[in-house]
Nanobody
Framework: QVQLVESGGGLVQAGDSLRLSCAAS????????MGWFRQAPGKEREFVAA????????VYADSVKGRFTISRDNAKNTVYLQMNSLKPEDTAVYYC?????????????????WGQGTQVTVSS
């Protein structure tokens, strides 16, 4: 059983940057795709970014493309989400998740373990 713990969230102003981290324990993530999702109040959880096992392939939601960067350090069993040029509409709880499937899955249903989330609030 893998445990995922997100950190790095906070309250920032529009245009600022944040770096989220997701530390895994109980299972090495080297064999798994990893993803970031977010959920705003009253909305469904949505895909943000995904990275394949090696870190050589990434995919992003259109809403964050060019502003967010997902990366991973398999030696540290950690995945990151660098968020630049933050906007108020990025306000949400951000979750990392692990998928046993290959590639860069964007379908929430193929992720089988989730962290508790970290709050990101962007003021205008």
């Amino acid at each position: 059983q893998v445990q995922l713990v997100e950190s790095g969230g906070g309250l920032v102003q529009a245009g600022d940057s944040l770096r989220l981290s997701c530390a895994a324990s109980g299972r090495t993530i080297v064999s798994y795709a990893m993803g970031w999702f977010r959920q705003a109040p009253g909305k469904e959880r949505e895909f943000v970014a995904a990275i394949n096992r090696s870190g050589g392939s990434t995919v992003y939601a259109d809403s964050v493309k060019g502003r967010f960067t997902i990366s991973r350090d398999n030696a540290k069993n950690t995945v990151y989400l660098q968020m630049n040029s933050l906007k108020p509409e990025d306000t949400a709880v951000y979750y990392c998740a692990i998928s046993p499937y290959g590639g860069t899955p964007i379908n929430i249903k193929v992720y089988d373990s989730w962290g508790q989330g970290t709050q990101v609030t962007v003021s205008s």
